[in-house]
């Protein structure tokens, strides 16, 4: 499946760029890109808003049950600020007993240079946020024994939080400054 639409974009990608490409034309190559990346095994995937009051939290699993085969998931972890259910689609991939919980970005825009050349473009911050990735991922038959996402550690750390390890006795939190 995913080679049939990645050689559907590449033409019209390239019938497109020869011709001159309408606004519409692009929408729909942008809509055949995002449904490329769907992965209809994940059943459910929700996203929290940004917790800022988990500043000091690292990524940690929080709930994990399989029920049938269905594989409940419920992750804390840090991403950038501009990951939401509207601009991330989950995946996975599943070997050897290790889970790679895959979250794609969706485009917000393509461009399609003269010589057909395609670029996607996404939404992205100078800033990272503890989330909630609440997953149900179909086709399991056992907890795996360990789980990534995109091929990192669910336990990663903020870049602020890194920065004040060891000194969260000191630090004053700003709401308390007058």
């Known amino acids: 499946m995913f080679s049939k639409f990645k050689y ?3 033409f019209q990608a390239i019938i497109l760029g020869s011709c001159g490409v309408s606004e519409e034309q692009k929408q729909d190559i942008l809509e055949t890109h995002i449904q490329e990346l769907r992965d209809v095994r994940v059943e459910k995937f929700d996203i929290t808003e940004c917790l800022t009051e988990c500043q000091m ?3 940690k699993l929080i709930n994990q049950i399989l029920d049938f085969n269905i594989l409940k998931l419920e992750i804390g ?3 950038n600020c501009e990951t939401s259910s509207n601009n991330s689609i989950g995946g996975f991939e599943y070997k050897n007993g290790v889970l790679n919980l ?3 970005g969706i485009p917000e825009r393509v461009d399609i240079e003269e010589n057909g050349d395609t670029s996607f473009y996404y939404l992205a911050a100078a800033c990272d946020c503890y989330f909630i990735f609440n997953f149900e991922l179909t086709g ?3 907890i795996p024994d360990s789980i990534l996402i995109d091929n990192e550690p669910i336990n990663n750390h903020g870049l602020m939080a890194g ?3 060891g000194l969260e006795d000191n630090v004053i939190p700003t709401d308390s400054i007058d």
Do not use: N, S
């Open 8 to 10: 559907l974009i590449i």
């Open 77 to 79: 972890h840090w991403m």
């Open 140 to 142: 399991f038959e056992e």
């Open 102 to 104: 895959l979250i794609k």
């Open 57 to 59: 939290d690292t990524g």
């Open 163 to 165: 920065m004040f390890v």
